[in-house]
């Protein structure tokens, strides 16, 4: 367990001498030091550990201090309301990301772990990755009959074959490529650049 990792409203009830240990000392002293407490929760629960919320809905009642989800940042509820824009004084954006820093840590351009990384990203179990053999390669060179000159007169020469650019697929279910709208492509790569290697080149495909 880490130095962070306590209840502060214990902490106080524990600390606290009995004789001073009445409810209503223990609340004032609990309120003092809320703001406290919240910063903790934000930085070593939430922003660290990551947090699951349901996404926020225009038609639902939502009371102070209700947590939601929209895209992929966190918004806390400061004013009582129904249907207020997210990036109105009603709320406050407290994470810019839901998934905690200790997992994103892990994420990498290992096939099995970046499989995970996109189907926890996009609320799937279907994403997946395949791998592109490149049936035609070539080399370049200047002394074999297989290779490709680099001189100015080789580089006139066209290619016949059909060359594969890409290492490797992304499979994604057509439904959850159709749910992220226009811009899928985009958003499905703004999120697998953050984990792929430099250097390999990938396309999308659905399925």
């Known amino acids: 367990m880490a130095i962070y990792d306590f209840s502060l409203s214990t902490f106080i009830e524990q600390l606290t001498p009995k004789f001073y240990a009445f409810d209503a000392n223990l609340y004032w002293q609990k309120s003092l030091l809320k703001p406290i407490d919240w910063l903790k929760n ?7 550990k990551g947090l699951t919320r349901t996404l926020w809905n225009i038609a639902t009642p939502y009371t102070v201090g209700t947590i939601v989800r929209f895209d992929e940042g ?16 009603y709320w406050y954006k407290i994470q810019e990301d839901r998934i905690g820093l200790y997992t994103r840590l892990n994420f990498r351009n290992n096939k099995k772990v970046f499989e995970y990384a996109l189907n926890n990203r996009f609320y799937s179990s279907g994403i997946y990755i395949t791998n592109v053999t490149n ?15 680099i001189s100015n007169s080789s580089l006139n020469v066209p290619l016949t074959n059909a060359y594969n650019l890409f290492d490797f697929t992304i499979n994604v279910p057509t439904a959850i490529y159709s749910g992220l709208g226009t811009n899928a492509e985009k958003i499905i790569r703004t999120q697998a650049d953050k984990i792929n290697m430099a250097g390999m080149n990938y396309n999308i495909a659905t399925y």
């Open 42 to 48: 934000n930085l070593f629960e939430f922003y660290a």
């Open 74 to 89: 966190l918004y806390e509820c400061l004013i009582a309301n129904t249907g207020e824009s997210l990036t109105s004084e």
């Open 135 to 149: 049936a035609n390669p070539f080399y370049v060179g200047i002394s074999d009959s297989s290779t490709i000159g």
